[in-house]
């Protein structure tokens, strides 16, 4: 039968491992790895001082060991508010640490003052379990519903299991404590209970490690779908939504309106970086496409498809609906003033618009609405051009 030290040394080995790895995901800045590293830091400490009970004094092989472990887990659920980024008020940020403080005045006085071993079970089991559940509960409610469910559940079902774990065991030792005089004495009952205590926490922080790797694949399929610098579709990732939409709609899933196509580009950029340099052009784009994406309609498509051109993809019922949706923007970034180093800027964009004939690629669909933009850029440019209704040119 395996001892309590045995499970401690395990756990402690366990412990190194999540270190090591989590080392390895600093220089990502996930939000929380810092507080996961420190708690599996502190969490050795502490089983080395458990596995030490019964050779070093009270207050290391009990208060302090006890106290550190408490710190672990309440550095796990503060790890885990990082990692989603929820924002708390300072009171419920200190409500964690009053009571780990409660916690240590508890054993401290059961052990010092009226020693019971059972009482200071019951009280460390409680901490235990409620921060099991806050973490629990925590990636219940904040799991990014895009994502892979399993890495969040994974966390979840070791923090729920560890909660009730520790609520079985307090209950235990409140009602029928079991005969025992020391925190590591052997018995079945105490080592199923310390197995099931104490190894939540490397199950925890695999779990934990699989989170961040899910953030670090999140952002690497954002960095492949978005454009890192404007906010809006990359180009690749444009193609392909546009590409579908006209799929569905060779299906008949638009019926009763059309597909559309605005390509734009913004006028004089070559100008705009010759003279206020190129960080006054990227802060251009920036500007353009936030004006874009915050009056787009639900359904529409827009990407950056190369330097200062873009792309609109609408779905609309007449060309004029597109037409008015385009002209509403070019009013919009002709009016509104952009901030770049050196000045305020005034800019304007030219756009080409074309329709979907029902049978063509997207690339020969795009190809129409380029030589609308050209047209526009020779009439003079700030304006848009669209074919006449019920024409595709």
Request: glycine content about 8%; some cysteine.
């Amino acid at each position: 039968m395996f001892s309590p030290v045995s499970i401690l040394v395990v756990t402690a080995l366990s412990s190194i491992l999540s270190i090591l790895v989590l080392i390895s995901l600093l220089s990502h800045a996930i939000a929380g790895v810092r507080r996961w590293l420190l708690a599996n830091v502190i969490a050795i400490v502490s089983l080395v001082l458990f596995a030490m009970q019964n050779v070093a004094p009270a207050w290391l092989g009990i208060v302090a060991a006890n106290q550190l472990l408490a710190a672990t887990i309440l550095l796990i659920y503060e790890g885990c508010n990082d990692f989603f980024d929820v924002r708390m008020r300072p009171a419920q940020r200190w409500t964690g640490w009053i009571m780990w403080l409660g916690v240590m005045a508890g054993i401290a006085y059961f052990t010092y003052v009226v020693p019971d071993v059972h009482v200071r079970v019951v009280i460390v089991s409680a901490f235990h379990a409620a921060c099991d559940l806050a973490i629990a509960g925590r990636v219940l409610l904040e799991r990014p519903k895009e994502r892979p469910r399993y890495n969040y559940l994974f966390v979840a079902g070791a923090a729920a299991l560890g909660a009730l774990g520790h609520t079985v065991r307090g209950a235990i030792y409140a009602v029928k404590p079991p005969a025992q005089t020391a925190l590591l004495q052997p018995g079945p009952m105490q080592i199923t209970f310390l197995a099931l205590g104490i190894l939540v926490l490397p199950s925890l922080c695999i779990g934990l490690v699989m989170m961040a790797h899910d953030r670090l694949a999140q952002r690497l399929e954002r960095l492949a779908r978005i454009d890192d610098l404007t906010g809006a579709l990359s180009r690749k990732a444009f193609l392909a939504s546009a590409a579908e939409s006209l799929a569905c709609a060779g299906q008949g899933g638009h019926d009763g309106c059309c597909e559309y196509v605005a390509v734009v580009d913004i006028d004089h950029f070559k100008s705009v970086n010759d003279r206020y340099g190129h960080a006054a052009g990227d802060e251009v784009l920036r500007h353009f496409s936030s004006i874009v994406r915050a009056r787009m309609r639900n359904g529409d498509s827009f990407g950056r498809i190369g330097g200062e051109e873009f792309c609109l993809f609408c779905t609309a019922e007449h060309i004029e609906d597109v037409t008015a949706l385009v002209e509403r923007l070019r009013r919009t970034v002709e009016a509104t003033p952009c901030e770049v180093p050196g000045g305020v800027l005034h800019y304007t964009f030219s756009a080409g618009i074309a329709m979907w004939d029902g049978r063509e690629p997207l690339a020969s669909m795009m190809a129409r609405a380029d030589g609308l933009l050209y047209a526009a850029k020779m009439a003079g440019r700030n304006r848009v051009k669209a074919p006449v209704a019920g024409a595709l040119v």
